[in-house]
Antibody
Framework: QVHLEQSGAEVKKPGASVKVSCKAS????????MHWVRQAPGQGLEWMAV????????VYSQKLQGRLSVTRETSTTTMYMELSSLRSEDTAVYYC???????????????WGQGTLVTVSS | SSELTQDPAVSVALGQTVRITCQGD??????ASWYQQKSGQAPLLVIY???NRPSGIPDRFSGSSSGNTASLTITGAQAEDEADYYC???????????FGGGTRLTVL
């Protein structure tokens, strides 16, 4: 069973960048696609990005394309999410989550990291 | 369209059955997955691949799908089922994943 451990809360000023890490406990991480999802206070879930097992292919949400970068280190089973040019509306809890899929049956997200609160405030 | 539509709020009497729906064009191509989120917690997968439950999810949770609509049914709702529920699906037309806006379930 994979456990995802994320880095701690961050407070950033508008215009700055933030980098959040997500470390997987066991080896299926190296064979797994991984996603980032965020949730602004009192709002719903928003899908952000997916990255391939070796980190050589990423898809970003159209909304965040250009400001978002997702990378991963297979040697350390760690994934990173970096969001630049932060604005107040980027204040949210950011989750890393493991992708699961079966051909013809769709995709699902499990397990989820515990979440990292990023606060953007001047 | 890359949108999934859910009713914002639904209520159910304790022990009764409730259905939470999710509508969107992408559901014609792929099955939805469903997530339960309680206040202050990370989301939890409750249904995947149309009608499969992860280990540990009570069998009162079930899923179904028809056309552009996916449904999550709770048969015999319990007080602990009070939470926000989100559907999710991949939209292959834009190669993105999308969540529904969420449904807040109140157990009366």
């Amino acid at each position: 069973q994979v456990h995802l451990e994320q880095s701690g809360a961050e407070v950033k000023k508008p215009g700055a960048s933030v980098k959040v890490s997500c470390k997987a406990s066991v080896s299926p991480f190296s064979n797994s696609w991984m996603h980032w999802v965020r949730q602004a206070p009192g709002q719903g879930l928003e899908w952000m990005a997916v990255v391939s097992p070796r980190g050589d292919y990423t898809v970003y949400s159209q909304k965040l394309q250009g400001r978002l970068s997702v990378t991963r280190e297979t040697s350390t089973t760690t994934m990173y999410m970096e969001l630049s040019s932060l604005r107040s509306e980027d204040t949210a809890v950011y989750y890393c989550v493991k992708d699961n899929s079966v051909s013809g049956m769709g995709w699902w997200f499990d397990p989820w990291g515990q979440g990292t609160l990023v606060t953007v405030s001047s | 369209s890359s949108e999934l539509t859910q009713d914002p709020a639904v209520s159910v009497a304790l022990g009764q059955t409730v259905r939470i729906t999710c509508q969107g064009d992408s559901l014609r191509s792929y099955y939805a997955s469903w997530y339960q989120q309680k206040s202050g917690q990370a989301p939890l997968l409750v249904i995947y691949a149309k009608d499969n439950r992860p280990s540990g999810i009570p069998d009162r949770f079930s899923g179904s799908s028809s056309g552009n609509t996916a449904s999550l049914t709770i048969t015999g709702a319990q007080a602990e089922d009070e939470a926000d529920y989100y559907c999710n699906c991949r939209d292959s037309s834009v190669n993105q994943w999308v969540f529904g806006g969420g449904t807040r379930l109140t157990v009366l």
